[in-house]
């Protein structure tokens, strides 16, 4: 069995190879079948799969290269994550991709998608837009159809035309990643000390570019390993993050979380990789089952219209579920969705008496000492004068 030092010093190269060399050598070793590129958070990976294609997430630069042309293309008051992102496609990064799905998360991703076709003509791509109505007769009739509209676009996209069951296998593999990943996270949550966040992140993050067979095989091995691994237990405070949907925190602010006293027990980074959060049925008509999964058992997050209800429930509800002592709102700067739904989960915190503290940052954020003391006073308090 790998150490844990081992699958994480794998998963750490992935992160942090820009020039996509994975997604490259995974073209030669099959042929030359193509990739899909998706930014954060939600599609439907499995229908890229299906296609014979590998799905590639694309998070940003990770503050792992300096924006000169991505900022030529955008105004300096939205997030980092689309700047970045074109920094990498002008400087010839993501030509190993052909064709790039925008999902539905924000105004600016959705412009993105529009710039993306006048920037690179040649690429396929498509914003996918998702229903406001979640009714199955309503919203997931609509559903259906734009995912039918893409599938059969990743069929001509891809030279091939499979059948539903190829749809349905791919349901049946990333079920599968899902239920591993689940299984960290609720590792994570009991034992905090066996999976620091720094490192359940790379290893949610290797998803990203890896087939989804071998990205679960990882996931299966880190639990493993983490389970064997002998680690201290501190007296951490159990916090919740939440906020970082999208453009993702550096690993420097994650390991400073920890430094400061937090064992981080959930939270909603790269929450793509989780989503839908129960299986999609693998027997009936795929697309409906695709729909249906987005449709019923979405996690809750700014990224996604909520028609009714409480939306600082869920988050009360997952504090109370990982036994969490307090909440970490750590949203990117700029970001409408996360800053706009912000006071609306502290109200929520204070109703239900949970000690939360808040801060921003950006992907390119680099000295984290000011959020270190603001973490460890929040640690300290909890511990000295939190009922939670």
């Not at 960290?184 to 949610?204: F, G, I």
Request: proline fraction near 6%; aromatic fraction near 10%; charge should be negative.
């Amino acid at each position: 069995m790998s150490s844990v030092e081992e699958i994480v010093g794998r998963a750490d190269a992935l992160y942090h190879d820009l020039e996509f060399g994975s997604v490259k050598r995974w073209r030669e070793a099959h042929g030359g079948a193509k990739a899909v590129g998706y930014l954060p958070i939600w599609v439907p990976r499995e229908l890229i799969d299906a296609a014979g294609m590998l799905p590639v997430g694309l998070m940003g630069g990770r503050g792992l290269i300096e924006i000169i042309r991505g900022d030529a293309w955008f105004q300096s008051y939205i997030c980092q994550i689309p700047r970045s992102t074109i920094e990498l496609a002008l400087t010839g990064r993501l030509d190993a991709i052909d064709g790039f799905l925008f999902p539905s998360i924000c105004d600016v991703i959705r412009n993105l998608s529009g710039m993306w076709k006048v920037m690179f003509p040649q690429k396929y791509v498509r914003y996918v837009d998702v229903p406001q109505n979640y009714d199955s007769a309503v919203g997931g009739r609509f559903f259906e159809g734009e995912l039918r509209h893409l599938w059969n676009d990743l069929k001509k996209l891809s030279g091939t035309d499979p059948g539903d069951d190829a749809i349905r296998a791919s349901i049946a593999r990333y079920n599968a990643n899902r239920r591993a990943i689940g299984d960290l996270m609720a590792l994570r949550s009991e034992q905090p000390w066996r999976v620091p966040t720094w490192e359940a992140y790379l290893v949610l993050f290797a998803g990203n570019v890896l087939p989804v067979d071998e990205h679960t095989a990882m996931v299966r091995e880190y639990i493993a390993a983490a389970r064997a691994a002998d680690r201290p237990r501190r007296d951490n405070a159990r916090v919740v993050v939440t906020g970082s949907f999208c453009e993702q925190p550096p690993l420097g602010l994650l390991k400073t979380l920890e430094l400061a006293g937090c064992y981080v027990v959930a939270d909603d980074l790269a929450l793509g990789r989780r989503w839908p959060d129960a299986d999609v049925d693998e027997t009936g008509e795929p697309l409906h089952a695709l729909s249906e999964g987005f449709l019923k058992h979405s996690p809750p997050t700014a990224a996604r219209y909520e028609p009714d209800g409480d939306r600082g429930a869920p988050l009360v509800q997952l504090v109370k579920r990982t036994r969490a002592e307090g909440v970490v709102l750590a949203a990117p700067s700029f970001c409408d969705p996360a800053l706009l739904e912000q006071p609306i989960l502290q109200d929520s915190l204070d109703a239900a008496k949970v000690p939360w503290t808040a801060f921003k940052y950006s992907e390119s954020l680099g000295q984290f000492q000011v959020i270190r003391e603001q973490a460890g006073t929040f640690a300290d308090s909890i511990k000295l004068w939190s009922e939670a």
